[in-house]
């Protein structure tokens, strides 16, 4: 029995929909249900899980809310629905709370806190540039969370914000580290010397993990949004975050992370840190080392050959003159592996592209959602082909609903759908822990696991990497642990699973 509602022009983040559909899960007698925004991708999740009916699916836009539930019985239908509207009455009374200071409006949050001066805005992205622009003229440093912001709002809010020296961190920008303070999906670091600007979340995070593992700390971690360093707009964040590290007494290295940047924008940056006197280090994803021929800047082709150079740096050390060994495990697959091929399934976009270009080095025909080659991306990204790389945080994926890192669903159904192909030789994940992340993703990833083993044509090798630390709320450790007690090899780094994996495959070729 399968029962919808609809509600129109109702809208609410993806955090508060994955607790709305974890309650309705949790019910006896409930068989799936879920609580989505009604976009096209997620009308055909529903449609696909038999939760939605064709009907309702028509009426149903982008902007309302749909509840479907399936059931074994119209009462527990009606004790589901009675649940939800708890949930919400439940919302709308925290919302009132009078133990909170509930402001509604910027022009009221600035006069209950006239020293404000910083904010984080995570509304739809249609939305977003007026809201933002209220901040940067009000003074207040930003980090714009959401997405779908328009690549020309995009560079009319910085312009602004460089001009009157404000931070204008994003589009799409998850992950800082500000004074101390982790933003968004950030970890627990130590405080040091390091600073960071990055265009990318999840490598930023690598990063930091890494540094703060080999005993070394983070001053400031800037992001600046994934298009930052495109011809369109110019590097303006990544160049004034660049400057202001340089001129910050507590930052004495100075660390880049990005996909390539435009040729343009690559001669910008390094025009400009060629005047710094404090060694820098550039890791631009897939990057020529020949882009840095004459330059003061360190070039590295891993997140984990950053941290290592950072950290070198930031003792006083010459890294040409401190071997950066990697000490990968020497393993090789099992004779009833008879699958052929790796399948990575990333919560976080900057691993699973450092991982692309890992595997591209050895095993050329890597597809991928995320390709910089035309040639190898996806047509159907539900489908694999061949080596595949996934970045479960695509836009496709997220659209109207949370982030992987925050709600795993989609990506334990893949992990599932891939153990189930006899071509699955490897599965390469990754675990990123931290503010923000989900409470345990090591536990998700292992009912995953158990319940895909029960599948299994064939054993199948399992690789992986925690981006964390022991400090985060999830601990680095504990996580790390149960992956192990499912049979998961854990690495250090995803940088070490994935030539790791790669190795795996090349070895039986050869």
Same mark, same amino acid.
């Given at each position: 029995?399968?029962?919808?509602?609809?509600?129109?022009?109702?809208?609410?983040?993806?955090?508060?929909?994955?607790?709305?559909?974890?309650?309705?899960?949790?019910?006896?007698?409930?068989?799936?249900?879920?609580?989505?925004?009604?976009?096209?991708?997620?009308?055909?999740?529903?449609?696909?899980?038999?939760?939605?009916?064709?009907?309702?699916?028509?009426?149903?836009?982008?902007?309302?809310?749909?509840?479907?539930?399936?059931?074994?019985?119209?009462?527990?239908?009606?004790?589901?629905?009675?649940?939800?509207?708890?949930?919400?009455?439940?919302?709308?009374?925290?919302?009132?709370?009078?133990?909170?200071?509930?402001?509604?409006?910027?022009?009221?949050?600035?006069?209950?806190?006239?020293?404000?001066?910083?904010?984080?805005?995570?509304?739809?992205?249609?939305?977003?540039?007026?809201?933002?622009?209220?901040?940067?003229?009000?003074?207040?440093?930003?980090?714009?969370?959401?997405?779908?912001?328009?690549?020309?709002?995009?560079?009319?809010?910085?312009?602004?914000?460089?001009?009157?020296?404000?931070?204008?961190?994003?589009?799409?920008?998850?992950?800082?580290?500000?004074?101390?303070?982790?933003?968004?999906?950030?970890?627990?670091?130590?405080?040091?010397?390091?600073?960071?600007?990055?265009?990318?979340?999840?490598?930023?995070?690598?990063?930091?993990?890494?540094?703060?593992?080999?005993? /070394?700390?983070?001053?400031?971690? +800037?992001? !600046? %949004? #994934?298009?930052?360093?495109? *011809?369109? =707009?110019?590097?303006?964040?990544?160049?004034?975050?660049?400057?202001?590290?340089?001129?910050?007494?507590?930052?004495?290295?100075?660390?880049?992370?990005?996909?390539?940047?435009?040729?343009?924008?690559?001669?910008?940056?390094?025009?400009?840190?060629?005047?710094?006197?404090?060694?820098?280090?550039?890791?631009?994803?897939?990057?020529?080392?020949?882009?840095?021929?004459?330059?003061?800047?360190?070039?590295?082709?891993?997140?984990?050959?950053?941290?290592?150079?950072?950290?070198?740096?930031?003792?006083?050390?010459?890294?040409?003159?401190?071997?950066?060994?990697?000490?990968?495990?020497?393993?090789?697959?099992?004779?009833?592996?008879? /699958?052929?091929?790796?399948?990575? +399934?990333? !919560? %976080? #976009?900057?691993?699973?592209? *450092?991982? =692309?270009?890992?595997?591209?080095?050895?095993?050329?025909?890597?597809?991928?959602?995320?390709?910089?080659?035309?040639?190898?991306?996806?047509?159907?990204?539900?489908?694999?082909?061949?080596?595949?790389?996934?970045?479960?945080?695509?836009?496709?994926?997220?659209?109207?609903?949370?982030?992987?890192?925050?709600?795993?669903?989609?990506?334990?159904?893949?992990?599932?759908?891939?153990?189930?192909?006899?071509?699955?030789?490897?599965?390469?994940?990754?675990?990123?822990?931290?503010?923000?992340?989900?409470?345990?993703?090591?536990?998700?990833?292992?009912?995953?696991?158990?319940?895909?083993?029960?599948?299994?044509?064939?054993?199948?090798?399992?690789?992986?990497?925690?981006?964390?630390?022991?400090?985060?709320?999830?601990?680095?450790?504990?996580?790390?642990?149960?992956?192990?007690?499912?049979?998961?090899?854990?690495?250090?780094?995803?940088?070490?699973?994935?030539?790791?994996?790669?190795?795996?495959?090349?070895?039986?070729?050869?």
């Amino acid at each position: 029995m399968i029962h919808n509602i609809i509600k129109e022009n109702a809208y609410f983040d993806s955090v508060t929909l994955m607790l709305f559909s974890s309650k309705l899960n949790s019910i006896e007698g409930v068989e799936q249900a879920a609580v989505m925004m009604g976009t096209d991708h997620n009308k055909d999740l529903m449609k696909s899980s038999g939760i939605l009916t064709d009907d309702v699916s028509h009426k149903a836009t982008s902007n309302d809310l749909i509840i479907g539930v399936k059931a074994q019985s119209q009462e527990i239908i009606d004790q589901a629905i009675k649940a939800l509207n708890e949930q919400f009455e439940n919302k709308s009374k925290a919302s009132t709370s009078s133990n909170k200071v509930i402001l509604r409006t910027l022009d009221a949050a600035i006069k209950h806190t006239p020293d404000l001066n910083f904010a984080i805005v995570s509304i739809p992205g249609r939305f977003a540039k007026n809201e933002v622009m209220k901040c940067l003229k009000n003074n207040i440093h930003v980090l714009l969370f959401s997405d779908n912001v328009s690549i020309e709002d995009e560079n009319e809010l910085k312009e602004y914000a460089v001009k009157h020296q404000l931070l204008m961190m994003g589009p799409d920008c998850g992950t800082a580290i500000i004074n101390g303070v982790s933003i968004g999906f950030a970890n627990v670091v130590r405080r040091g010397n390091i600073g960071l600007v990055a265009a990318s979340g999840t490598g930023l995070q690598e990063v930091t993990v890494i540094i703060d593992r080999l005993g /070394g700390g983070i001053s400031q971690a +800037i992001g !600046t %949004g #994934g298009r930052d360093l495109k *011809e369109a =707009i110019g590097g303006k964040m990544m160049l004034m975050a660049l400057e202001a590290l340089n001129q910050d007494d507590s930052t004495e290295v100075i660390g880049m992370i990005s996909k390539p940047p435009s040729k343009i924008v690559l001669n910008r940056i390094l025009d400009l840190v060629s005047t710094f006197n404090k060694p820098v280090v550039a890791c631009f994803l897939g990057a020529s080392s020949s882009d840095f021929d004459g330059s003061n800047v360190f070039a590295t082709e891993t997140l984990e050959e950053a941290a290592k150079v950072l950290v070198t740096l930031s003792k006083g050390l010459n890294p040409h003159e401190t071997p950066i060994e990697n000490r990968d495990p020497k393993l090789q697959l099992s004779n009833e592996n008879t /699958g052929k091929y790796i399948r990575g +399934i990333y !919560t %976080g #976009g900057t691993l699973a592209y *450092e991982s =692309i270009l890992i595997l591209k080095k050895q095993l050329s025909e890597t597809y991928s959602n995320i390709s910089s080659d035309p040639n190898y991306l996806l047509n159907d990204v539900e489908t694999s082909l061949k080596h595949t790389i996934m970045d479960m945080g695509d836009d496709f994926f997220t659209n109207g609903r949370p982030h992987p890192m925050i709600d795993p669903t989609l990506r334990s159904e893949r992990l599932i759908k891939e153990v189930k192909d006899p071509e699955t030789a490897v599965l390469l994940l990754d675990c990123v822990i931290g503010y923000g992340s989900h409470e345990d993703p090591a536990g998700e990833l292992l009912k995953a696991i158990n319940k895909a083993m029960e599948h299994a044509t064939h054993p199948i090798t399992l690789i992986a990497s925690v981006c964390g630390t022991s400090s985060d709320p999830q601990n680095r450790g504990e996580q790390e642990n149960k992956l192990r007690s499912a049979g998961v090899i854990v690495l250090d780094t995803n940088a070490q699973a994935a030539r790791l994996a790669t190795n795996l495959i090349v070895s039986r070729l050869d």
